[in-house]
């Protein structure tokens, strides 16, 4: 029954953007507390992305999503999981 809760179509589509995202973990470097000159950006793997417009909160959410979204994907399948074994023992 929980498996009907969980919209596993989307699930598939977040999991591929991961998957082609460059590696992490990815890491806000911020003018002013990682470095004292250049502007902000995100460190991965492969490089920098930088950013224009975005704040420093928006460019910690930012990079913190590479390695949270993975995390919350597992602990939703987690989650799910555990309410397959209840609904299964009611019967």
Known sequence: ???????EQRLAQ???????AAGGPWRA??????HSSGSSCIS???????LVGATDFDI??????????PYLLAELRRLASLLDVHEEGKK
């Open 1 to 7: 029954m929980s498996r009907q809760l969980l919209d």
């Open 14 to 20: 977040i999991e591929a953007r991961v998957a082609v």
């Open 29 to 34: 470097m911020l003018e002013g507390r990682d």
């Open 44 to 50: 991965t793997a492969i490089g920098g992305i930088d």
């Open 60 to 69: 910690e959410f930012m990079a913190n999503a590479r390695q949270d979204i």
